[in-house]
């Protein structure tokens, strides 16, 4: 049982290139979600989804999108990277409240 | 808008003191969680209370859960440098039926030996 696993574990990307953060989780949990930390700033929420197919936006989503096509996965596209990008990304998956979260994607734009 | 608001937001103490984190807001919570996270990892879920006035422990924490369900506060007794992280409060507002949390900017405790 792996829990929640996120890759690639760091990136460095140039601005104005896309990527793709993982997300998968083995819980069979509904509910996951996209976080980025920044300094000082706790946790972020990006996107959620409470199952497959369904997809909602958080507090920060602009130059993001997700997509859900299977309970397991929950992956996260940037678009066009820009420097405020700059963060730590974590998703996390749940049953009810209680999050279990991956290890993180640090992402640096450039 | 920061919803919930946690003081300190840096704590730097010796080991074998004790200290108290807060978490505090205006709102009301349905639950509230706390994590902790150790650097290059993700928080890792230590407690949930949901009742008001709800006090839980585990080992050396000691959890409450205001009577308003509005603010919470963690105590640490005897702190250890094992204790070093950062601790992030986290609240659940409504029926919870989308499992969405607000959290807090954060408490980085730092425990010297």
């Known amino acids: 049982n792996a829990g929640v696993t996120q890759t690639p574990k760091f990136r460095i990307l140039k601005i104005g290139q896309s990527m793709t953060l993982q997300c998968t989780q083995d819980?069979?949990?509904?509910?996951m979600y996209w976080y980025r930390q920044d300094p000082g700033m706790g946790l972020k929420l990006i996107y959620y989804?409470?199952?497959?197919?369904?997809?909602d936006k958080g507090e920060v989503p602009n130059g993001y999108n997700v997509s859900r096509s299977t309970t397991e996965d929950f992956p996260l596209r940037l678009e066009l990277a820009a420097p405020s990008q700059t963060s730590v990304y974590f998703c996390a998956s749940s049953y009810g409240v209680e999050q279990y979260f991956g290890p993180g994607t640090r992402l640096t734009v450039t | 808008t920061q919803l919930l608001e946690q003081s300190p937001q840096f704590l730097s103490i010796q080991e074998g003191e004790n200290l108290t984190v807060y978490c505090n807001s205006s709102s009301v919570f349905s639950s509230l969680q706390w994590y902790r996270q150790e650097p290059g990892e993700g928080p890792v879920l230590l407690v949930t209370v949901v009742t008001g006035g709800e006090v839980k422990k585990l080992k050396r924490l000691t959890f409450q859960f205001g009577d308003a369900r509005k603010d919470s506060s963690l105590h640490i007794t005897a702190a250890q440098p094992g204790d070093t992280g950062l601790y992030l409060c986290a609240g659940a507002r409504g029926s919870g039926n989308t499992g969405k949390l607000i959290f807090g900017q954060g408490t980085t405790l730092q425990v010297k030996p």
């Open positions: 819980m069979n949990h509904n509910y």
């Open positions: 989804s409470v199952g497959a197919g369904i997809t």
